[in-house]
């Protein structure tokens, strides 16, 4: 015959602590000791580095480099800009002189009519108008007697023989003036020279 006792509370807790006790250890749990507590080397991760020994780079150093990249880079686009700014102005003198080159041949013409006193009433202002156009577009006229020649603006006709009131080759006539746009001779000045004695 079982004894039919009741159970009380605290037998029930021994019993589930014995029960606990005698059970096997869990899968990779260390034997003995806390369960909880598992060391580097068995865990098998890798322990961080004690310190970096690498030297940490030169920020002067780096500034420098850095500035002095900044400084070429500038002085490229500096550079740059004004290659840009000299084409295009070559560009631009280059289009006026091939638009105002035949144009001196018509200025020629009005020159002689001038010298006839041909230019007069309508044809007069056209004639006048047609001269500030092209001085506005940079086209200048030069050459006149007396002054000394010189081979890049002046082209030689003919030698007129010597005089004693010049000290060195001097234009005697000009035959048709010259004209320039800027810098550049865009037809020398045809004259007569006379040499010193």
């Known amino acids: 015959m079982t004894d039919e006792r009741p159970v009380s509370g605290e037998e029930v807790t021994d019993s589930a602590q014995e029960s606990a006790t005698d059970a096997p250890p869990a899968a ?8 909880a507590t598992v060391s580097v080397e068995e865990s098998g991760a890798e ?6 020994d690498r030297p940490e780079p030169d920020l002067q150093t780096k500034i420098d480099e ?26 631009s003198q280059n ?9 001196v041949d018509v200025l020629d013409t009005i020159d002689r009519a001038r010298e006839h006193g041909e230019v007069e009433g309508g044809f007069k202002a056209v004639a006048d108008q047609l001269e500030r156009i092209v001085t506005n577009l940079g ?15 002046h082209e030689a006709l003919s030698h007129m023989g010597t005089d004693a009131g010049v000290k060195e080759t001097t234009v005697k006539v000009l035959a048709k003036a010259g004209y320039r746009i800027g810098d550049r001779v865009v037809r ?3 004259v007569l020279v006379v040499d010193p004695e």
């Open 28 to 35: 990779g749990a260390p034997e003995g000791g806390d369960q």
């Open 47 to 52: 322990a961080p580095p004690a310190g970096d």
């Open 66 to 91: 850095l500035t002095a990249d900044l400084q070429r880079l500038q002085a490229e686009y500096v550079n740059y800009k004004r290659r840009v700014e000299r084409d295009r102005e070559l560009v």
């Open 95 to 103: 289009a006026t002189y091939k638009v105002l080159a035949p144009i």
């Open 139 to 153: 086209l200048t006229k030069f050459g006149e007697p007396g002054e000394p020649f010189d081979p890049t603006v």
């Open 188 to 190: 020398a000045a045809q």
